[in-house]
């Protein structure tokens, strides 16, 4: 071949379907890395790994000493010590150096200069740290599926809504961090994901998983009513209720059984400070500089990001499907008053059950706004879910798309 062939050569392969689509999938895939390496980034530069909290720091969460109700989220602990346990002694001790002395992740970790910063708890804190990027990464293709089932919406927006929503958790990063925050998140988008799809069989076992995560999570049934009360048969939803509210009380039963004897309670009551918090104008206008220093953004609950919020929600709020509308608000009936009670100031990250709604109405809101700007004469949820006079559904959508 002449070398008058090559750019030739080189420009078919450019322009082939197949090439195109392996292109598509790395730029995604690097974006996606890029995105979840900063969120754990700022985790991990407001928090580092939880290493000098007085109520459940690493080290004795890792071996399993944490105070009630946070030794109950076993999950994280458990996958970093299974992990650690089948890494050879002789690997461990060929990188105990660089575990101790010269890691990447070392101007982070606050007890470097402690006795506590032992060759175990540093390939500990590795492995909770790769185990968290790994959630996230996990998170964002979990969610470009949720998006694509529920909305089949254009590939750009598809790709890019979940980035930019993770984008938006460091805002969340206020009053605590913690290693099974990540990890519910994932969650919660595969409980969805086999809600819509109907997949039994991938259901329960995240539910459990959840639940182990963060006890919490075993009101994430609510979840499988806002999808499934208007669409299954009552007989079959019945027994699924039964059967998910067995297994979160036996998981419940047994974990707290197990822990009965660790110190603290099994809830925190902040209910009082919260009240005189939230009765405070001034709750309501904090900024804080999670991003970048000295670069403020609305902190919290701020006047400013709730009236973002409120449209978000309202945007053809009648164009939405009602079982995005009945996640987002089963949520927030119960998640909010638990905040209130159980939570802490303006926390948000306890209003993690709202998080998988307000995306999803959030998302159906700014895809709708984007395409009316590019002049496009119907949004992509009319092409998906019609009206015809009727509130949208995502199961007809789901129909409507198989036959």
């Not at 994280?76 to 890494?87: D, E, G, L, R």
């Not at 990027?133 to 809504?161: I, K």
């Not at 902040?270 to 902190?299: C, E, Q, T």
Request: aromatic share 16%.
């Amino acid at each position: 071949m002449t070398n008058k062939y090559i750019p030739t050569a080189l420009t078919n392969l450019a322009n082939s379907p197949k090439t195109a689509r392996v292109a598509q999938s790395a730029f995604l895939a690097l974006i996606y890395v890029i995105v979840s390496a900063f969120v754990l980034n700022a985790f991990v530069q407001r928090w580092d790994m939880g290493t000098d909290s007085k109520k459940n720091d690493f080290v004795t969460t890792m071996n399993y000493n944490a105070t009630r109700p946070f030794v109950y989220r076993v999950l994280v602990p458990v996958v970093v010590n299974t992990t650690a346990k089948a890494i050879p002694d002789r690997l461990v001790h060929h990188f105990e150096d660089t575990l101790l002395h010269s890691t990447r992740l070392l101007p982070n970790v606050r007890i470097k200069d402690t006795p506590l910063w032992t060759v175990d708890v540093s390939l500990k804190y590795h492995l909770t740290y790769f185990f968290l990027f790994f959630c996230l990464f996990s998170l964002l293709y979990t969610v470009r599926y949720l998006t694509r089932v529920v909305y089949s919406p254009p590939t750009v927006f598809q790709d890019f809504g979940p980035a930019v929503g993770l984008l938006l958790l460091p805002l969340t990063f206020l009053e605590g961090g913690y290693l099974y925050d990540f990890p519910e998140l994932l969650f919660m988008a595969l409980l969805l994901v086999a809600i819509v799809k109907s997949k039994w069989w991938l259901f329960y076992p995240v539910f459990v998983l959840a639940i182990l995560d963060k006890e919490a999570d075993a009101l994430l049934i609510l979840f499988f009513l806002a999808f499934q009360i208007k669409s299954m048969p009552r007989r079959r939803l019945l027994w699924h209720l039964l059967a998910q509210t067995a297994i979160a009380g036996i998981v419940l039963f047994l974990v707290r059984n197990h822990f009965a004897a660790n110190g603290g309670a099994p809830v925190e009551d902040h209910m009082i400070g919260n009240l005189r918090f939230w009765a405070n104008p001034l709750s309501y206008l904090k900024f804080m500089d999670i991003y970048a220093r000295g670069i403020l953004v609305p902190r919290g609950l701020n006047i400013l990001s709730l009236l973002l919020v409120i449209f978000m929600l309202s945007y053809r709020w009648r164009e939405k499907p009602i079982e995005i509308r009945f996640l987002f608000f089963f949520a927030l009936i119960v998640n909010l008053p638990l905040s209130i009670l159980f939570g802490y100031q303006d926390e948000i990250r306890n209003l993690s059950f709202i998080f998988p709604g307000l995306y999803l109405m959030a998302f159906h809101t700014l895809t709708a706004l984007y395409t009316k700007e590019s002049g496009e004469k119907k949004s992509f949820i009319m092409n998906v879910i019609p009206y015809r006079g009727k509130l949208p559904t995502v199961s007809s959508a789901i129909t409507e798309k198989a036959s």
